[in-house]
């Protein structure tokens, strides 16, 4: 099972809007509403920010917000803020193995 | 609310065995799954595989000849052995607990434990 596709890098300056694509096929993310966000500081694990394409769980800030269109999975941060300089990654489920990650992309706050 | 802690040797040598264990505590380990997912340094995550409290497994098709997971619910801890490692199997290895739908389909990972890293070097 191949991994979901995200840009390698994003950027955006304090208080601007980003937003990052995980693209899959239709016997993951096209196929299912199982899509999943992590964000990850370095040297920490990952944190669960979205799931099932767009809710957040509970102490999630309502900066964060997902969704999906066809094969590709967007997330989208609101009010830049210093703290979300980090790794993002996507997951999906999948009809083959049950899970599949994206290989991640690397949020900088300018 | 739900803690994982992951515990093992850092340092395996080449074609050994690598055996980690994970301990929950604040909830139950019972009706839920728990995987393993490791991040090779710099690099992204990979699902390992999952177990059910009652004991059914299901693992990465890429890794599946090597690993095996177990559980024990009595000391509320559940295990991963990967044999045969090499230099590729070094990195971050991280123990979750799965949100599921169905049987045994995972829909996400809403808890983590910090991570150990592993280094596979003679």
């Known amino acids: 099972q191949s991994a979901l596709t995200q840009p390698a890098s994003v950027s955006g300056s304090p208080g601007q809007s980003i937003t990052i694509s995980c693209t899959g096929t239709?016997?993951?993310?096209?196929?299912?509403?199982?899509v999943s966000w992590y964000q990850q500081h370095p040297g920490k694990a990952p944190k669960l920010m979205i799931y099932?394409?767009?809710n957040r769980p509970s102490g999630v800030s309502n900066r964060f917000s997902g969704s999906k269109s066809g094969n590709t999975a967007s997330l989208t941060i609101s009010g830049l803020q210093a703290e979300d300089d980090a790794d993002y990654y996507c997951?999906?489920?999948?009809?083959?193995?049950?899970?599949?990650f994206g290989g991640g992309t690397k949020l900088t706050v300018l | 609310q739900v803690q994982l802690q992951e515990s093992g040797p850092g340092l395996v040598k080449p074609s050994e065995t690598l055996s980690l264990t994970c301990t929950v505590s604040?909830?139950?380990?019972?009706?839920?799954?728990w995987s393993w997912i490791r991040q090779p340094p710099g690099k992204g995550l990979e699902w390992i595989g999952y177990i059910y409290y009652s004991g059914s497994t299901n693992y990465n098709p890429s890794l599946k000849s090597r690993v095996t997971i177990s559980v024990d619910t009595s000391k509320s801890q559940f295990s991963l052995k990967l044999n045969s490692v090499t230099a590729a199997d070094t990195g971050v290895y991280y123990c979750?607990?799965?949100?599921?739908f169905g049987s045994g389909s995972i829909n996400y990972f809403d808890s983590w434990g910090q991570g150990t890293l592993v280094t596979v070097s003679s």
């Open positions: 099932d394409v767009s």
């Open positions: 979750a607990r799965v949100d599921y």
């Open positions: 997951s999906s489920y999948t009809s083959s193995t049950p899970v599949v």
């Open positions: 239709s016997s993951d993310v096209g196929g299912y509403n199982y």
């Open positions: 604040g909830g139950s380990i019972i009706n839920y799954y």
